[in-house]
């Protein structure tokens, strides 16, 4: 439903001196464009230690492995981070990634919790969540200049996962790593024109959360993840 | 709270709070904390003025073409699922959403921290229906318990208080045992909060930037609170003023970046949210209802007039945190929710002259706000025409211009060699520049960039004219 809107926007566009403009799309002509040429000549192995320098400034852990080592090193950085519960998502990635053997035996081997993202199971997916110690989705596009992952929800990659357990796990294929946000927004867009169905939320993480609210002090942790670490992986 | 936050005569505001001598130390380094981040990132980024240039002319372009993006985006929401209210007025929007609430039986609301909200007094008319209204964001969430003290900055609201008073509040109200250690604290504030979230029925939030070609809604965060509030409740309500639209994802990108940066000195904050309707078939989070309410509330009127440009602010404060009147009369004085340079703009045409025609004279005319203004909205030219048409229109000054000139000294003095100083700075200052801003500029420019530099002289001109505001300057 649409309330108001007729006689609203006739205002608008009457105290703007014209009559009201609802068909003919406004020209953008830009003059200045600086988006085209921030970052966007660095090679792969230069993003990636743009993105290695934003990760200290916005404390969150960075680790470079290999397609092979990303299981051990997953589970290592989940023991760093005090193990279990652990929510992940429901992500044909974590199979393609070789993962499959750590969330379906050797962690249920070790007692460690792991609650994968099941619609079918409605809102206990989120009372899992937040109990979780540890939420582990992959990143759907990795900005360099400010560290941030992307992530696309649907129905089997839930929003709590990043947002409500105690830490935060993202896993970053080398290939989803872009310049800066500016690549997000032309691909989102690019998307929408060709008359896709965008997520009904697209959420651009930077590490943990945090607030500097009392006294100007940064505290790191407030209503998000008190930590967060990136493992960036060679794609297979 | 609505947009005026208190009775008091700005003269006794400023008399009150210049003795709050914590509250002036806060304030002055804050802005000094943040105005230095800025710069830095601002550096960092490299070609700052050209993505202010760019900034401005998206806002410009969506402003002169408002009806249209406007249009588009409730068209798109509403293929998504969403419901759209167009509100002329704060009791239009506030009742639309009182509705709204009653009619999903609502009690618990969470709000992430919105200042349109604040504008249109929403959180006093749910709790007169009875619901339990709950701020996230950490500052608000302190004011709120602390018997609703107003914010006194627009990115930092509980910037006048120390963390004792914080710790004082916490064991009064939450019944907190522990230290005024800023961590401790928070840590507090995240446990109680996390239950309300899972128990909330309905979440509002503002809006950083709507988005026309998807109908979405952008929300901006470090703290996740917006996230949460958008996730949890089962129904969502967003309050956005109008004019806090662009067209595409490409426009939404340009000004978050100019957004974080300006505000908080981050490339981009911790938690950037775009949301496009209610949730989809077969998610688990997310709203099943979606409800933009988008609010006019007198911004129309200002469109097509000579402060057209004041409706391009993007709300990240960097004009105060650069303000030497800010920084000593600290924001409560200003007797608005919006306050320093930005809200002395905005205020008198959002509240009228009745209300507000000193604040335009709460100002050095330095112009240290339009420089620091990443969508370069002229701050202080704004200013200086408000004082003509308080005096040339309504007839009316709160002091008289003669005395303001003097009284503020760099009145008539620095006009010429400001308007020398902007129109040669670009091609001539490359030299003197540090960290974006000119520092030593070079003959004539001299004394306009020891003005500027400097706020120290400003804050004994604006004592002195305070004084002789006092004096019997008031109400000519």
């Known amino acids: 439903m649409i309330h108001h809107r007729d006689s609203f926007l006739t205002n608008v566009a009457r105290q703007l001196g014209r009559s009201r403009n609802t068909n003919v799309k406004p020209e953008r002509n830009w003059q200045f464009r600086p988006q085209d040429k921030t970052l966007t000549d660095k090679t792969p192995n230069e993003l990636l230690a743009v993105l290695r320098d934003q990760c200290q400034l916005i404390h969150t852990e960075l680790i470079e492995t290999t397609g092979e080592k990303l299981a051990g090193v997953l589970e290592s950085t989940v023991n ?62 990795t900005l360099a200049e400010s560290g941030t992952v992307v992530l696309f929800s649907s129905s089997g990659k839930g929003r709590s996962v990043s ?65 967060a670490a990136y493992i960036v992986v060679e794609d297979r | ?50 993505w202010r240039s760019h900034g401005e002319e998206i806002r410009q372009h969506v402003l002169n073409n408002l009806d249209y993006y406007l249009h588009e985006l409730a068209e798109n929401l509403q293929k998504r699922g969403g419901h759209v209210f167009f509100a002329a007025t704060a009791d239009e929007a506030t009742g639309y959403i009182r509705e709204v609430v009653n009619a999903k039986g609502g009690k618990k609301v969470l709000k992430a921290k919105s200042m349109v909200t604040e504008e249109i007094g929403l959180n006093q008319v749910l709790e007169e229906e009875g619901c339990t209204v709950i701020e996230t964001d950490l500052g608000e969430y302190i004011l709120q318990l602390d018997e609703h003290d107003p914010p006194s900055h627009i990115v930092a609201p509980a910037l006048h208080k120390n963390k004792e008073q914080i710790r004082d509040v916490f064991s009064e109200k939450l019944e907190y ?43 901006v965060t470090n703290e996740g609170n917006a996230g949460l509030v958008s996730d949890l409740p089962k129904t969502q309500v967003v309050v956005m003023g109008m004019e806090r639209i662009v067209p595409t994802f490409e426009e939404f990108e340009v000004l978050v970046g100019l957004l974080t940066r300006s505000a908080v000195g981050q490339k981009l904050t911790s938690y ?14 997310g709203p099943e209802e979606f409800h933009l309410v988008i609010v006019d509330n007198g911004r129309s009127s200002i469109l097509g007039t000579e402060f057209q440009s004041v409706l391009q602010c993007i709300r990240c404060a960097a004009c105060i945190n650069v303000c030497p009147v800010y920084r000593h009369i600290g924001g409560h004085s200003y007797n608005s929710i919006y306050p320093g340079p930005i809200g002395a703009v905005l205020t008198p045409l959002l509240g009228g002259y009745d209300d507000f025609k000193d604040l335009p004279y709460a100002s050095t005319l330095c112009a240290a ?12 030219e704004l200013l200086h025409k408000h004082r003509q048409v308080i005096v040339e229109r309504e007839g009316r000054a709160p002091i008289s211009e003669k005395l303001a000139m003097k009284a503020f000294g760099l009145g008539a003095a620095s006009n010429p060699m400001y308007a020398a100083g902007s129109k040669m700075a670009a091609a001539m200052m490359k030299p003197f520049t540090k960290n974006d801003r000119i520092s030593n500029g070079p003959g004539p420019l001299k004394a306009w960039t020891e003005i500027r530099e400097f706020p120290a002289p400003n804050k004994e001109r604006f004592r002195d004219w305070f004084k002789e505001y006092e004096k019997g300057g008031g109400n000519q």
């Not at chain 2, 928070?186 to 809006?207: P, S, V, Y």
């Open chain 2, 177 to 219: 045992k522990m230290t005024s250690k800023p961590e401790e604290l928070a840590l507090h504030a995240r446990e109680t909060l996390r239950q309300e979230f899972l128990t909330a029925d309905i979440g509002i939030t503002g809006c950083n930037f709507a988005i026309a070609e998807s109908g979405s809604v952008g929300l």
């Open chain 1, 80 to 141: 760093l981070y005090g193990g279990g519960p652990i929510s992940i998502w429901q992500d044909a990635r974590f199979e393609e990634f070789g993962l499959g053997g750590l969330i379906n035996s050797t962690w249920p081997e070790q007692k460690v919790e792991v609650n994968e993202w099941n619609a079918a199971r409605g809102r206990k997916n989120i009372a899992d969540a937040e109990r979780a110690n540890i939420g582990i989705t992959f990143s759907d596009m």
């Open chain 1, 163 to 227: 947002l409500l357990p105690r830490s935060y796990i993202a896993i970053i294929p080398k290939s989803t790593i872009v310049p800066r946000m500016t690549q997000a927004a032309q691909e989102i867009s690019r998307r929408v024109q060709a008359g896709e169905t965008i997520p009904s939320c697209i959420n651009f993480v930077t590490g943990p959360s945090n607030s500097a609210d009392i006294e100007m002090n940064l505290v790191v942790g407030v209503h998000g993840p008190v930590k």
């Open chain 2, 369 to 380: 706000c339009t420089d620091a203004c990443p969508v370069k909205i002229p701050l202080h």
């Open chain 2, 1 to 50: 709270m609505a947009m005026k936050i208190g009775e008091g005569k700005f003269k006794e505001n400023v008399n009150k709070n210049m003795e709050d001598t914590f509250m002036r130390g806060a304030v002055a380094s804050a802005q000094e904390r943040l105005r230095t981040r800025r710069l830095d990132a601002a550096e960092e980024l490299g070609n700052w003025e050209e």
């Open chain 2, 272 to 285: 950037i949210t775009a949301l496009s309707g209610p949730r989809e078939e077969g998610d688990v989070d």
